[in-house]
């Protein structure tokens, strides 16, 4: 199975308190974001997550045990 890992960010307007999501990658602190709302520019001051840094390991291999594998062999 392959399964693929979506990065979406969710923001709130500092000003009339809008809220839109982007769908990528990274969002990085210091940066701004336009209100699509009223068009203020907002900057990023910090990201919560409810996410360990740990929880999407670089190598998903590392990750499988033969205990979570189901045999294919009866």
């Known amino acids: 199975m ?3 890992l979506e990065c979406l960010f969710h923001y709130r307007c500092d000003r009339c308190d809008a809220w839109w999501s982007i769908a990528d990658r990274r969002s990085l602190i ?5 209100c699509p709302d009223c068009g203020y520019h907002n900057t990023i ?6 996410e360990s840094p740990n929880t999407y390991p670089d190598n998903p ?3 499988n045990s033969s205990s979570e594998s189901p045999s294919t062999n009866d």
């Open 45 to 50: 001051e910090g990201i919560e997550s409810h």
């Open 2 to 4: 392959i399964v693929h």
């Open 30 to 34: 210091g940066n701004f974001k336009i």
């Open 61 to 63: 291999q590392e990750s």
